[in-house]
């Protein structure tokens, strides 16, 4: 089976198969500065600066040993989604118009504010999933504790991530529990009711499981604390990869205003 | 129903990163140590939810089912939620890193809104009673959540409306089709599990 999350073949622990730079680096380290990207990425909004924030983008990928041509189709996926505002974009931003369609005029500025739009939401999403997304969840879930994330919602987040396989196995015995009855689904009333009770009873056997788990983890004294099995530690390897991805936001952040001032 | 980074105007984007942390302290002030394992296990259960593909004539949607989260988990939905969409940003690349505290608002805001309105009505009356007020929930959050998004939009630029406008209309079947679905599936828990939403206090079941 493959993994929901990590799109993996094999269990959580096989993702050391391709294990690569990035992935050797200081996940705390790698979360900051994914954050820091972000945040400076979407502070930019001259385009050539922008089309290099991409690039660095793509580097970080080429460098983070994911596989290229199923993180971009992820990538791509995203952009099928917001294709539709971005194309409404031209007709609604008003400016010199650059073309018509029907009958309505494309402005040059709704144009530029639709590219923008693209090249920072997919620049900004490529680095999340490179930097973080190339982690082992339940590493990211103890890279926010470090990181001082409320414990609860940590574990709430280590809960979500242990259960989503087990959910979905068993959502998955219920779906072929009902094609084997004979259960096509259509735009109709049945279908709507069939797909909610599937809801329901996934619901109500999710709350009998957590009854289960609270039992057995009480059974082994559960008091709320999160134990790390790994401790974080800053290498000069850490120091490096961040003081190299700061000089290369520098360089955004100055070429932005170099850009704004000519 | 996802905004992406870039999108929005900076007021907007940190005016929903600080409700967001409100949201979050709210909920998880509202989740007790011996809570988490269920409110965790349910949150799972959203997030395989929203995999799922229903068929609407020639296309398909996937659900989103916040009013139902908000029904079973009242305000310990919106961290539940947000973790959902911290982990669909992160492994799934969808939405975005600065925009997740405006998209949690916009999702989980109406969760818990509609958890606080209708549990009650929910957990009263006979099974179909509670259906029904279930589907009202879960089609009101859907309602909620496309008009937060499209007064996000707004609030960030003119040039917006028109695209803010296409989000809600066209969300109108999604809206009966989550009105439908969760009503269905609180009929089930009812009958099958009526302790599901039988609480004194109102927090998690």
Known sequence: ?262 | MHIVDGALSNPVVIGGAVSAVGGIAMGLRNLPLERIPAAGVLSASFFVASLIHVPIGPSSVHLILNGLAGLVLGWAAFPALFVGLLLQAVFFGFGGLTVLGVNAVNIALPAVLVGLMFRPLVARGSPLQGAIWGGIGGGAAIAFTTLAVAVSLMLSGDEFILAAKLVFFSHIPVMLIEALLSGAAIFLARRVKPELFVDTKGSLA
Not at chain 1, 134 to 156: D, I, Q, W, Y
Not at chain 1, 183 to 189: A, C, S
Request: proline residues 4%.
């Open chain 1, 1 to 262: 089976m493959t993994y929901v999350l990590t799109g993996a073949e094999r269990p959580l622990s096989g993702i050391g198969a391709f294990r690569a730079k990035v992935t050797a680096l200081d996940p705390r380290m790698r979360i900051v500065m994914t954050a820091v990207y972000a945040v400076v990425v979407v502070s930019l909004s001259n385009l050539w600066v922008l089309s290099a924030a991409l690039g660095l983008s793509m580097w970080l990928l080429a460098f983070s040993g994911l596989p290229p041509r199923k993180t971009l189709k992820r990538m791509a996926m995203m952009d099928s989604f917001i294709i539709f505002m971005l194309v409404l974009l031209p007709f609604t931003v008003p400016g010199t118009p650059v073309l018509s369609v029907w009958g309505l005029e494309a402005s040059w500025e709704g144009l530029r504010r639709a590219a923008e739009i693209a090249l920072t939401a997919n620049a900004v999403i490529l680095a999340v999933m490179t930097l973080v997304g190339s982690m082992e969840p339940v590493t990211m879930g103890h890279a926010l504790f470090a990181l001082k994330t409320p414990e609860r919602l940590v574990h709430l987040m280590m809960f979500t991530i242990r259960y989503i396989d087990v959910l979905r196995e068993e959502y998955q015995r219920l779906s072929t529990s009902m094609k084997l009855r004979g259960f096509r689904p259509g735009t109709n009333w049945h279908t709507y009711r069939s797909y909610g009770y599937l809801v329901g009873m996934m619901l109500v056997r999710a709350i009998e499981r957590s009854e289960r788990i609270l039992a057995a983890m009480k059974c082994r004294g559960f008091s709320g604390r999160i134990i790390l099995l790994e401790d974080f530690r800053l290498r000069r390897a850490d120091l490096l990869f961040a003081a190299a991805l700061t000089a290369a936001l520098a360089a955004l952040i100055w070429a932005e205003a170099f850009y704004a001032a000519s």
